[in-house]
């Protein structure tokens, strides 16, 4: 089975994502990148698929900058390189007969771009639409489980007085 790759475009989901759309708007883009990048945290392991994160860094002076956070590779560009020409090179390079490469973007050239490489392509709005999907079924799965009580099998009541005993010797 290949292995599942998500090459996601970070600014790019950050504009269009409802929970993060007015960080981007009001530029408290560390805000933004944080709800981000935990959202795709919970989605990776659910999903069990290795997500980069690559955000604009092209008018900043400096190196790229990579770093592991939760289970994401996050990317800042070097200066003079886009995030897009990031993604396209990095798609071209892992589209091979071991991965299957996605790429969530919602710039239209940038989906051709990659889908003419043979990877696939998800907007922004389906991404955080499969997002917000494993929340919910985390979210139900969690209420399932009842943290409160430990399920006990069925002692008798002799098997619970030997217990009892038991507890009090070693006090």
């Keep these: 089975m ?3 790759i998500l090459l996601v475009d970070g600014y790019n989901m950050i504009a269009f994502w409802t929970e993060t ?8 883009l560390d ?7 935990r959202k795709l945290n919970h989605y990776a ?18 190196v790229r900058q990579s770093y592991e956070q939760y289970k994401i590779t996050t ?9 897009d020409s990031y993604i396209e090179r990095l798609a071209a390079d892992l ?4 991965h299957l490469v996605e790429v969530a973007t919602s710039d ?10 043979g990877a696939l392509r998800v907007s922004a709005r389906e991404l955080e639409k499969r997002v917000n999907t494993v929340k919910s079924d985390l979210d139900k799965m969690s209420q399932s489980i009842d943290l409160k009580k430990p399920k006990l099998g069925s002692f008798n ?13 070693i006090d």
């Design 21 to 28: 759309k007015q960080y981007f708007k009001t530029n408290k």
């Design 95 to 98: 589209n091979n007969g071991i």
């Design 31 to 37: 805000q933004a990148r944080e709800i981000l990048l």
């Design 157 to 169: 009541n002799d098997q619970l007085n030997q217990l009892r005993q038991f507890m009090n010797d």
């Design 2 to 4: 290949k292995k599942r």
């Design 45 to 62: 392991h659910f999903e069990n698929i290795d997500i980069v994160c690559v955000f604009d860094a092209q008018y900043v002076p400096g």
């Design 75 to 83: 990317i800042f560009t070097e200066e003079d390189e886009t995030a």
């Design 108 to 117: 239209l050239n940038e989906q051709w771009t990659v889908f003419s490489q």
